[in-house]
């Protein structure tokens, strides 16, 4: 397994975890305010749009984590997607009444992006060649 393909595997699996605690958090409602949304850790405001979202994304990574090309494109696509909800987060925290982005979400979208652009950018996304040992 490639290391594009163990980053996206572990991302997947921590949208996934973080899906699950938002839920179990009180994110099944699904207030968008930033001062009144339930939150992960006291910090990060939650609602059930937004635990969506991680499960997806998570999803999304557990099965692109499958091959180089697909953890590829995973990384460089979600690591834009964050990057864009970053920017977002500062002009409509609340995106309109459905999902808190802003405030410490802001910073943890931001680190994320970048995180998952430079290993999607920095890989080429080809496959191992069959037979070729680790």
């Not at 987060?89 to 808190?100: D, N, S, V």
Request: hydrophobic share 55%; aromatic share 8%.
């Amino acid at each position: 397994m490639r290391l594009v393909q163990k980053f996206a595997a572990t991302f997947g699996v921590v949208f996934v975890l973080v899906a699950l605690v938002g839920f179990l958090t009180g994110g099944m409602s699904m207030d968008a305010h930033m001062a009144t949304a339930p939150k992960v850790a006291g910090l990060f405001p939650m609602n059930l749009a937004h635990n969506a979202v991680h499960l997806l994304f998570g999803i999304w990574g557990l099965f692109a984590a499958r091959s180089a090309v697909n953890s590829r494109r995973y990384c460089l696509l979600s690591g834009a997607v964050y990057l864009l909800l970053a920017g977002v987060g500062f002009i409509l925290p609340e995106t309109f009444g459905l999902i808190p982005i802003g405030g410490n979400d802001i910073t943890l979208h931001a680190v994320l992006g970048i995180a998952l652009t430079m290993v999607g950018a920095m890989t080429n996304g080809e496959e191992e060649p069959v037979g070729a040992s680790a």
